[in-house]
């Protein structure tokens, strides 16, 4: 990606400090989503970053990655895959349990979501500590999936998360500390 979008990019996130609590800066997406050439250079860049890869689908986690993901699917004019989660989807599911900071969650995906053997990129607005796109890489995988890789807009580098997800290309088009 070059350095003018990235700019236009980051200057389209807000920071809202001490939310959702004291100590956390928030990278709120919601100003460069209704910036027209900012969503826009988002997926350019996302699309230019995975460009060469083999992906049948384009898995977005709930709810920002529904974003990001179903626009970048479009795009790519390849499918897309909701990661919801639990209790959110009407069919059969699969789901992966996770642990967060205090307690677990649950994802879920459509049992018939993609074909076995099927190339899925993981598409979210952010990359912090790894747990969720992890999860969501094991559940895929366990539907009989072939991770394609990952792709953010923002990545949190000094938390980590790149480590959970080793071994799998990871896209991301700016980086912030925390």
Do not use: W
């Amino acid at each position: 990606m070059d350095s003018g979008a990235a700019a236009i990019i980051k200057e389209s996130i807000r920071i809202i400090e001490d939310y959702p609590k004291k100590g956390i800066s928030f990278k709120d997406i919601t100003p460069l989503l209704k910036d027209g050439n900012g969503f826009r250079a988002c997926i350019d860049g996302l699309e230019k970053g995975i460009a060469g890869k083999r992906i049948d689908y384009v898995a977005g986690i709930e709810a920002r990655g529904f974003i990001i993901g179903s626009a970048l699917a479009y795009a790519m004019g390849i499918g897309f895959v909701p990661i919801r989660k639990k209790g959110k989807l009407p069919y059969r599911t699969v789901r992966r349990e996770y642990p967060l900071e205090y307690g677990n969650d649950t994802i879920e995906m459509h049992v018939d979501a993609f074909e076995k053997g099927s190339s899925v990129l993981i598409a979210d607005d952010l990359l912090a500590t790894g747990g969720t796109a992890r999860a969501a890489s094991e559940l895929i995988a366990e539907a009989g999936g072939k991770i394609a890789g990952f792709a953010f807009i923002v990545e949190l580098t000094g938390l980590n998360g790149r480590e959970k997800l080793a071994g799998h290309e990871i896209v991301s088009l700016v980086q912030y500390q925390y």
